[in-house]
């Protein structure tokens, strides 16, 4: 469904990211983790074109999607989470999950959409009057993914969702991130919670340093030596 | 429901209605005018909202345009003997225009000429606008100080049309109070409703916040461009009404000082809000009216300016928001919350 083959990345003259290369499949649950500034916020920039790739090419269900435009991207199917929420804090709720689907011309579908996402976070419905800014951490959160899916996305990219929340509340997030999945959404995760990443996730990818340094199923990196001495806490396994 | 939600604006706009009549009818020329001098302010506080309040694109520019659609309109309206006599240059397709049809006592050639003002000023804004909205910050306020620069060289130097650093003059007096009122209703109107349409949703979420607004899909340079080009009209249109106001202007009324006016209006109502900008506006035309009276007492000339700028600053150190923020004074909901409160009542 995406393919990334040789990307590489420059802020000016530094190479952010070099050669990466990696696939999602359909109603794959792919995760992409790694340690800070290791490339990964980069990697999902460049996919959704808010980055762009000084070499290497990124194929979208076999359409070349290296140099389109993000309202492009975004109108052919892929939708970007991006890290740290970054919602709307002046606007409402409801005009948050509303420019969600700003893409989209189809008022009733969307409409249905909206049901559909605030069945998903009934937290939601309850405040859809309210300014943005002032939900939850947690509740942010939930918005930032369902404006990302208001626009009808069949791949879902999603940065950092538990970043900086209450433990409770990252494990409803990745509940949700689960039920998604199971709908048949696919999606590609960034994830610095290593451990809960894996756990979710079809197959894994870890990038180091720019580049991509290991590949593999989830359940089978989980056990991985180098990933528990790096991400998962000194090779203790966590229940 | 929809009723009560317009009975509140309705009520504000038929008060308003009844004051002008009345001042109107009580002759007294210096309110009058005072009147259209603040409703001409109200429309260009709430076209630069528009343009820099909502998307977060400060221009400076805005007067510039203001500037263009009055001299575009003058030279429309401007009888055929005196287009001869001040203006001898001017190219001949030009030099036989005299907009002086009225139905009744209705002048439509004024409409017209103003309509073409606006008109030809966002088809300048345009390109201008493709240029200049892919800039963000101080880029944008630089850059369009220079376009301001700009239209008052172009002014200065296009001595066939607009008489160069001479005052253009005998502009006949179109604009009054029901001009003045009905333009800045329509103003007022227009882009209250662009704010709560997709497109002035775009323009917050993208001033918000830039690369979530382009990770969802939005299109910064689209909103942006819109508010720009129909922020230029309005500037244009406020042109006009005041260049058939005070009949007689050269290029140096539309300046810095002007700019730094209606900015000053803008921040202390808030960027963002629409009913901001129109208290921002009555709030400093009537200070600047109470200053320039203790200063004619005083002799302290040049109080008003350091008072205004001194307020400037104020404001965007100890309230950047303004007055009202980006909320809007909720006229809509006058009758709904008395009926609410009703019903709570046993």
């Not at chain 1, 409409?111 to 559909?116: N, R, T």
């Not at chain 2, 009560?4 to 309705?10: C, F, N, S, V």
């Not at chain 2, 909502?54 to 400076?60: A, Q």
Request: overall charge positive; hydrophobic content about 50%.
């Amino acid at each position: 469904m995406l393919e990334l083959t040789g990307v590489e990345i420059r802020y000016g003259n530094i190479r952010a990211v070099r050669d990466v290369s990696l696939t999602v499949g359909q109603g794959e649950l792919i995760t992409l983790i790694g340690s800070n500034g290791a490339g990964k916020t980069t990697t999902l920039r460049s996919i959704s074109g808010l980055l762009r790739a000084s070499a290497g090419r990124i194929m979208f269900e076999g359409e070349d999607i290296t140099r389109a435009p993000t309202d492009r991207i975004v109108a052919m199917g892929i939708s970007h989470c991006p890290e740290g929420r970054r919602i709307f804090g002046s606007l409402t709720v409801g005009e948050n999950l509303r420019l969600g689907a700003v893409t989209r011309a189809d008022r009733r579908a969307v409409a249905k959409d909206l049901g559909e996402v605030l069945e998903i976070f009934p937290v939601l419905e309850q405040r859809l009057g309210q300014a943005g800014g002032t939900l939850s951490g947690g509740e942010q959160q939930m918005l930032a993914i369902g404006r990302a899916l208001m626009s009808r996305p069949r791949l879902l990219l999603l940065d950092e969702p538990s970043l900086g929340l209450a433990p409770l509340m990252v494990e409803r997030i990745f509940a949700t991130i689960a039920e998604l999945k199971r709908q048949g959404l696919t999606i590609l995760l960034v994830e610095q919670n290593v451990h809960h990443a894996l756990d979710v996730a079809d197959r894994a990818y870890v990038m180091e340093t720019g580049r991509m340094s290991l590949e593999g199923p989830a359940h089978v990196l989980r056990r991985d030596p180098r990933v528990e001495q790096a991400y998962l806490g000194g090779g203790e396994v966590r229940a | 429901m929809a009723a009560r939600r317009a009975a509140g604006p309705a009520m504000a706009v038929g008060l308003s209605a009844l004051a002008f009549a009345l001042l109107d009818a009580s002759g007294q020329a210096f309110w009058q005018g005072l009147v259209i001098n603040l409703l001409i302010f109200i429309i260009l506080t709430v076209s630069l909202n528009l343009t820099s309040g909502f998307t977060g694109v400060f221009s400076l520019g805005q007067i510039g345009f203001m500037a263009l659609g009055a001299y575009a309109s003058a030279i429309l309206t401007l009888p055929l003997r005196e287009k001869a006599a001040f203006l001898p240059d001017l190219p001949s397709w030009l030099a036989g225009v005299h907009l002086d049809w009225s139905v009744g006592p209705l002048p439509v050639g004024f409409l017209v000429a103003t309509l073409i003002a606006g008109g030809l000023v966002s088809v300048i804004a345009w390109p201008v606008g493709r240029v200049l909205m892919r800039l963000s910050g101080h880029f944008v306020a630089v850059a369009t100080l220079g376009f301001l620069v700009i239209v008052r060289v172009i002014l200065f130097n296009a001595d066939g049309f607009t008489r160069g650093s001479r005052t253009f003059s005998n502009v006949t007096q179109y604009t009054n109070l029901w001009w003045a009122g009905l333009w800045a209703l329509v103003v007022v109107y227009v882009v209250w409703r662009i704010k709560r349409s997709t497109y002035g949703r775009e323009m917050l979420a993208q001033r918000e916040d830039r690369v979530a607004a382009q990770a969802i899909g939005i299109r910064v340079m689209e909103p942006r461009l819109l508010a720009f080009v129909v922020g230029a009209f309005f500037a244009g249109v406020a042109g006009s009404l005041y260049a058939h106001f005070i009949t007689s202007f050269s290029p140096t009324v539309f300046y810095f000082d002007l700019t730094f006016r209606v900015i000053t209006m803008l921040v202390v109502g808030g960027m963002g809000s629409v009913s901001g900008s129109i208290v921002g506006a009555v709030a400093i035309v009537a200070l600047g009216e109470a200053l320039r009276r203790v200063e004619d007492a005083t002799l302290l000339y040049g109080l008003s300016s350091i008072v205004l700028a001194a307020m400037f600053l104020v404001v965007i150190t100890v309230r950047r928001g303004g007055l009202l923020g980006e909320r809007e004074i909720p006229l809509d909901r006058l009758f709904l919350r008395r009926d609410r409160t009703a019903d709570q009542s046993p």
